[in-house]
């Protein structure tokens, strides 16, 4: 709808942009962040190098665009997962094994934007601020889950430096309250500060695994192994779920 009311300029300036975004991810897919050059963009769309510089200010803002839609594109893919997994019976453990193999074929369908989000940082580039609640909207579908955990003694270290960072930086708080509200309360309630502190925990400690283990078979570093990057990320999931006591009954 709010597309077909814009003008004919409008449209031709949103079609342009993603045209110009198109051929970035072309040239990230073949060279990575670094191979990005915005005169070889020009050239392919038989533009002058300023007439490009009306839809980008410069490669920074060209990375900033990819960047925003590569974190949009994941954290949806991610929401999807979330909202598919929690119908029907299926108990916390087997949904984090969902949400875990939604990051990994996100990943592996799109490589070079993820990459682009999780691998190596492009020389020179400073990301805008805003891409941190982008990120955390990747992750978010997970701090319900280990909200309803009893964290062990593997992790009880990670859990006390989460209560800290909780009580130190309110948006951090409200981004766990966001996708877990049960562990929204007041300072005093022991309950909630507790089930933020093992959401926030197992969050952060499941994005660890993710990072390695897909950034690992993503850059090809499985080839001529015998086993999967499915079957690796699952034996993950699953010690992190024993970790945190998930689908286990309270003591």
Known sequence: ????????????????????????????????????????????????????YRYFAGRDDLLNALIRDAYDDAAAGMARAAARSAKGSRGVRARLHDLAEAYRTWAIAEPHRYLLIQGAPVPGYVAPADTLERARAVLGPFLPLFATGSPGPAVAATVDEMTAWLAADGTVGAWVARYAPETAGPPDAPAGEARAASALAGAVLAWTQLHGSVSLEVAGQFAGMAHRGGTLLGAHMEMLADAFGLDQAPA
């Open 1 to 52: 709808m709010e597309r077909a009311q814009q003008g004919p300029r409008a449209r031709y300036r949103e079609q342009t942009r993603a045209e110009i975004k198109d051929l970035a991810l072309r040239q990230l897919a073949v060279g990575g962040g670094t191979a990005l050059a915005l005169t070889r963009i020009a050239k392919e769309m038989g533009l002058s190098g300023p007439a490009l």
